[in-house]
């Protein structure tokens, strides 16, 4: 049986010059309209909030690694 619920997988990159990898975090679809009109999607312990247009997140609201980069990449996932 397949899932109703959407998610995707949003790229947080590592800190600047630290080497890191990045972190995967997965969002999934609330009922929220962002200011672009698309959809929001919030990670489930809330702390990562996007809308996602075209496979770009642009980030919301997001822990202090993501809040440096206002576009990150999204895949959807199965």
Do not use: F, N
């Not at 995967?24 to 909030?49: F, I, N």
């Not at 996602?52 to 809040?67: D, N, W």
């Amino acid at each position: 049986m397949k899932s109703l619920t959407r998610r995707y997988a949003v790229t947080l990159p590592g800190p600047i010059g630290g080497h890191a990898p990045p972190s995967v975090v997965v969002v999934y679809e609330t009922q929220a309209v962002g200011p672009g009109g698309g959809l929001v999607w919030e990670s489930s312990d809330g702390d990562l909030r996007v809308e996602i247009t075209g496979g770009v997140a642009s980030v919301l609201a997001a822990p202090a690694i993501g809040s440096r980069h206002p576009c990150l990449m999204a895949v959807p996932l199965p």
